[in-house]
């Protein structure tokens, strides 16, 4: 099925692991990007790729890297994990050169991670 | 700073009636609107779409009418269905980036 693929779906972290989530899409987007949602916080932006070779910082990036390996692949890795890191983390994948169909994002389906 | 927000964080309706779920947006340079459905463990799906030339727009069962005005987004769902339950959040897109709310949650009684 086409989509935006993310693992893993569940992580749990001791504090000062590292860790890098996979995400990749198979819909030939343009822009992928990494979120993380919290509760009552609303969907944050951590990083984005605008497109392949690019990436650039976003709402709330401290504690995170990003690589865009090729147009399909971005991965978010978290290089010492910390509690305040604890959340829920989505990727999602866009065509903004696409038309105005195709303007929406097209997210995964969330890696649930704890940090203790 | 630029914030989308909701009026509503949880909205209970009757299976079979409609809904209505309201955004306000702050950001006048934002031309592009998007509603988002998100059910319990999954990631958000988008819904409908609206661009800023138009003030009304039709899909499936649900309406997005847009009122740059007053700055006020709203999804409409008619004859709401026990599958409508989930958390609907509003987006803009003043440029590149997309700004969403913190989400409203939408429960269906049977």
């Known amino acids: 099925n086409a989509g935006v693929t993310q693992t893993p779906k569940f992580q749990v972290l001791k504090t000062g692991q590292s860790m890098t989530l996979q995400c990749a899409q198979d819909?030939?987007?343009?822009?992928m990007y990494w979120y993380r949602q919290d509760p009552g916080m609303g969907l944050r932006l951590i990083y984005y790729?605008?497109?392949?070779?690019?990436?650039d910082k976003g709402e709330v990036p401290n504690g995170y890297n990003v690589s865009r390996l090729n147009k399909r692949e971005f991965s978010l890795r978290l290089e010492s994990a910390a509690p305040s890191q604890t959340s829920v983390y989505f990727c999602?994948?866009?065509?903004?050169?696409?038309?105005?169909?195709?303007?929406?994002?097209?997210f995964g389906s969330g890696t649930r991670l704890t940090v203790v | 700073g630029e914030s989308v927000g909701l009026h509503l964080p949880t909205l209970s309706v009757q299976e079979g009636d409609n809904s209505i779920i309201n955004c306000a947006y702050s950001?006048?340079?934002?031309?592009?609107f998007i509603w988002y459905k998100q059910e319990s463990g999954k990631g958000p799906q988008f819904i409908i779409d609206?661009?800023?030339?138009?003030d009304k727009r039709q899909g499936q069962r649900v309406t997005v009418l847009l009122n740059k005005t007053v700055k006020h987004l709203s999804l409409q769902i008619a004859a709401t269905q026990p599958g409508d339950s989930a958390v609907y959040f509003c987006?803009?897109?003043?440029?590149?980036?997309?700004?969403f709310g913190a989400g409203t949650r939408l429960f269906v009684k049977a």
């Open positions: 999602a994948s866009s065509d903004p050169g696409g038309g105005f169909a195709n303007y929406g994002y097209t």
């Open positions: 819909m030939n987007h343009n822009s």
């Open positions: 790729s605008a497109s392949e070779g690019t990436t």
């Open positions: 950001n006048s340079a934002s031309d592009y």
């Open positions: 609206i661009r800023s030339n138009m």
């Open positions: 987006a803009e897109t003043p440029g590149f980036k997309t700004i």
